[in-house]
C-alpha cells in the first residue's frame, strides 16, 4: 500500500514537472526516451548479440579451404563490412537524437519567452508573478534538453569506440592464414 501511494505521488509529481514545462518539454522526453531505447539495443547487442555473429562470421572464414587469394580477400573484407555494419546499427540515428535535443531545448526557451511577452503586452507591465510561468516553460525545456544531449553524448561516444575496437578485433580474427 505504502509503495502504491510513492508511485502516485512521483507519477503526480512528473505530471506536474511535464505542465511546467510546457508541450515542447512532452517532445523531449519522447525524443530521450526513444534515444534511450535504441542505446538500450545497442548495450544488449554489443554484450549479448554480437557474439554470436563474430562467431559466425570467423567460422564462414575459417570453412575457406583457400585464403589468399583476390576472391577471399574480397570474401574477407565483406564479412568484415557485415560485422561492422551490425556494430554500427542505428548509431547514426542516436548521433541525430542527440544533437535534436538541445535544439528542441532552444525551441522550449523560445516558446516560452514567447509566453513571458505576451504576458507583458496583455497587462501592460512586468508583473513577476505572471511572468514566471512563462520563464519557468523556457528554462525546463533547455535543462532537459541538455541533460538528454548530455547522457546521450556520453554514451555514443563509448558506443563508437567500442564497435571500431570490435571492427578491429573481428579483421584481426580474419587475417590470412598462409
Not at 73 to 96: P, W
Not at 121 to 129: D, E, L, V
Request: hydrophobic share 50%; aromatic share 8%.
Amino acid at each position: 500500500m505504502m509503495a502504491l501511494l510513492e508511485i502516485s505521488n512521483a507519477t503526480s509529481a512528473i505530471g506536474e514537472f511535464m505542465e511546467t514545462g510546457g508541450q515542447v518539454l512532452t517532445v523531449i522526453a519522447g525524443v530521450i526516451f526513444i534515444m534511450w531505447l535504441l542505446i538500450f539495443e545497442r548495450f544488449v547487442f554489443v554484450f549479448y548479440s554480437y557474439r554470436s555473429v563474430k562467431k559466425h562470421l570467423v567460422n564462414c572464414w575459417k570453412e575457406r579451404t583457400e585464403h589468399t587469394s583476390w576472391y577471399s580477400e574480397q570474401i574477407r573484407t565483406a564479412l568484415i563490412s557485415r560485422g561492422t555494419t551490425k556494430l554500427n546499427r542505428n548509431l547514426v540515428l542516436i548521433q541525430s537524437l542527440v544533437v535534436l535535443c538541445p535544439l528542441l531545448g532552444l525551441l522550449g526557451t523560445v516558446t516560452g519567452m514567447i509566453e513571458v511577452f505576451d504576458v507583458m503586452a496583455i497587462s501592460g507591465s512586468g508583473n513577476a508573478r505572471s511572468m514566471a510561468s512563462g520563464v519557468s516553460r523556457a528554462t525546463i525545456p533547455t535543462m532537459a534538453g541538455m541533460v538528454g544531449s548530455l547522457s546521450g553524448v556520453f554514451t555514443i561516444t563509448w558506443l563508437r569506440r567500442n564497435a571500431k575496437k570490435e571492427a578491429e578485433l573481428l579483421a584481426d580474427k580474419l587475417t590470412v592464414q598462409h
